[in-house]
């Protein structure tokens, strides 16, 4: 499983960002998927998850700012983020698994199969 990040950039303070994820292969339907970022200096941090089946789950300061969705047709997950803040400034990572699972995963090592990043950088 190959991923591809994209849709980083810089905006300001209050605005909108969407990044979307690629992905290869054939069964792509089946994979749990979800982002992570990581900040300089500081450990991953869970973002979003999207399990097969659509059951979402989102890390605790990104729920009702941030809403992860998939389109299967396209191999593609999404991450909308609105309200952005200078907090949320990171590198964010996409992330797959390809068994599958009844619930979003909010683990990173529950994940086997990582993208390149994209960066997102969020000034006041």
């Known amino acids: 499983v190959q991923l591809q990040a994209s849709g980083g950039g810089l905006v300001q303070a209050g605005g909108s960002l969407r990044l979307s994820c690629a992905a290869s292969?054939?069964?792509?339907?089946?994979?749990?998927m979800g982002w992570f970022r990581q900040a300089p200096g500081k450990q991953r941090e869970f973002v979003a998850a999207?399990?097969?089946?659509?059951?979402?789950n989102y890390g605790a300061s990104m729920k009702g700012r941030f809403t992860i969705s998939r389109d299967n047709a396209k191999n593609t997950v999404y991450l909308q983020m609105n309200s952005l803040q200078p907090e949320d400034t990171a590198v964010y990572y996409c992330a797959a698994d390809n068994r599958y699972s009844s619930r979003p995963l909010s683990d990173p090592n529950e994940y086997d199969y990582w993208g390149q990043g994209t960066q997102v950088t969020v000034s006041s």
């Open positions: 999207i399990t097969s089946g659509g059951s979402r």
């Open positions: 292969g054939p069964t792509f339907s089946r994979y749990a």
